[in-house]
């Protein structure tokens, strides 16, 4: 817009076809939004590492309770077997 009002205008061009006052604000505007952007990636990076960490302890924690259940059930599987063992003596359980 800035070139084509500047280009067309009849009475005053008060920046000329290299467009250096456009070229000036471009790389103001540049400079301020370098930081800004690099501060918002560096925060979004903290956010991540936070999140990850909290994933890395729920995976944990559900790898240990996965642990657990899978001991209760080779006990569950241990107990079932000694009872049918043991009915197939005959003892019907009782020792």
């Known amino acids: 817009m800035w070139m ?9 061009r008060w920046d000329p076809y290299p467009f250096i006052l456009l070229n000036l604000v471009l790389s103001c505007l540049a400079a301020i ?3 800004v952007i690099l501060m918002s ?4 990076a903290d956010r991540d590492r936070i ?9 944990i924690k559900a ?3 996965i642990g ?5 059930l080779d006990e569950i ?3 079932v077997a000694a009872l049918s063992v043991a009915s197939a003596d005959g003892t ?3 020792a």
């Open 4 to 12: 084509t009002v500047n280009s067309l205008a009849l009475i005053r």
């Open 33 to 35: 939004q370098a930081p």
């Open 41 to 44: 990636q560096n925060r979004q």
């Open 51 to 59: 999140q990850a960490d909290l994933d890395y302890e729920v995976n």
């Open 63 to 65: 790898e240990n309770e």
């Open 68 to 72: 657990d259940m899978q001991r209760d």
């Open 77 to 79: 599987k241990q107990m």
């Open 92 to 94: 019907g359980g009782k």
